[in-house]
């Protein structure tokens, strides 16, 4: 039997080089103040700021910004960024950066719009209320979170990541401008593109997975495999098509949610602030394992649609050889993490119940203990 779907999405696809130009046009009917959401330093430092505070003053738009928003944002960068919306009385938001930046201005948005705090709108609730318009304008390939309904933020008191979702945080216009990124820094182009790979995947091999999110999980993959060492490498037509590819994945897990890389990547992040998309492609080679011997037939099918043939272990290879190829870290002991502390890391991930309850098969403390140890 097919495995049945609902599939709804609002948001309105802007996918050109210099769409970046259309921010004037696509913001028309949307309000008359926006507010900018960006990171500290890339926006400003290349003139972007300046030209999308033009592009909305020449259609009448009072544009405001909050370019403070730093990587792996926590719920007080939220707080301000709220803060500063109603200070300005902001009809609608134009977020301009990576995942942290959108998903920063989506849940600004989100408790912007229907009041209250943060917390009130944390996973397991989600939000469907309507909010203000919201137009997503991505500066690297990998979080997708341009056609996604999540947000994820981390808590600085429990130092945990925490998610706000619901059909509500789709944005309104996701504006995809690949020009933006000639200004990648390679390294975070390897990341955000082992981020996007990492979405690929675990959407592919999630219990709720189906054919219409496979069909996007398998698309994404071909594209990133292709294109990802060479849009490391700085070229843009490879830059191009992973941002394509980010998005295709970004609607998959739309879907399916993520899983095993997410869950045991997060401890990662949340412990060496070790970039989100680097710690999942640590991960995965592990989860391989798991994929490979509990779902043999899903992992027989997902390389023969790449055109790879299928042999035990062939999946964990084909994932280490891609991170490897970007140079990402090869083993977590290769990032002066002890052994003794694998313990602290498995206990974290126990956490991520929210991932790891969409994994192909029910994930036990076990199953933790040998992903980690696997990849140290
Ligand atoms: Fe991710």
């Known amino acids: 039997m097919m495995q049945g779907f609902t599939h709804w999405h609002p948001t309105r696809v802007v996918f050109s080089r210099g769409a970046l130009n259309e921010l004037g046009r696509v913001s028309e009917g949307l309000g008359k103040r926006a507010l900018i959401v960006t990171g500290r330093t890339f926006a400003v430092k290349h003139g972007y700021l300046d030209l999308m505070r033009k592009l909305l003053e020449e259609k009448g738009v009072e544009a405001y910004s909050f370019p403070q928003v730093e990587p792996n944002p926590t719920l007080s960068t939220v707080k301000k960024c709220v803060e500063e919306a109603e200070r300005v009385s902001a009809d609608f938001f134009v977020a301009f950066g990576g995942g942290s930046v959108i998903d920063t201005a989506k849940a600004a948005n989100v408790v912007y719009t229907l009041g209250g705090s943060v917390e009130d709108y944390l996973y397991p609730r989600t939000v469907e209320a309507s909010l203000r318009p919201l137009i997503a304008i991505p500066t690297t390939h990998g979080t997708g979170s341009e056609v996604t309904k999540y947000s994820v933020l981390v808590d600085e008191r429990t130092k945990m990541k925490v998610t706000v979702s619901g059909g509500a945080l789709y944005p309104t216009v996701a504006l995809m401008d690949p020009q933006v990124l000639v200004h990648l820094p ?11 790979l990492s979405h ?26 292709e294109n990802l060492p060479c849009a490391v490498e700085g070229v843009l037509d490879c830059r191009e098509w992973m941002l394509y590819a980010s998005m295709l994945a970004g ?7 993520t899983n095993v890389g997410h869950g045991l990547g997060y401890p990662l992040t949340t412990r060496l602030n070790l970039p989100h998309g680097l710690a999942n492609a640590m991960i995965l ?25 299928y042999y035990p272990g062939g999946l964990r290879e084909l994932l280490e050889r891609v991170k490897l190829a970007v140079r990402a870290p090869a083993r977590l002991r290769d990032l002066g993490v002890r052994k003794e502390e694998l313990g602290e890391y498995v206990e974290d991930a126990l956490r991520y119940q929210r991932n790891l309850q969409n994994a192909p098969f029910s994930v036990e403390r076990e199953h933790v203990v040998r992903i980690f140890e696997e990849v140290y």
């Open 186 to 196: 390679r390294d975070q182009a390897a990341a955000t593109g082992l981020d996007a």
């Open 200 to 225: 690929a995947v675990e959407a592919f091999f999630s219990k709720r997975a189906n054919p219409f999110s496979d069909m996007l999980a398998l698309e994404a993959t071909r594209i990133i495999l």
């Open 251 to 257: 609607y998959a897990i739309n879907f399916t949610g």
């Open 285 to 309: 080679p592990g989860a391989a394992l798991y994929y490979e011997a509990l779902v043999p037939e899903r992992a027989r099918r997902f390389l023969s649609s790449l055109g790879l043939s």
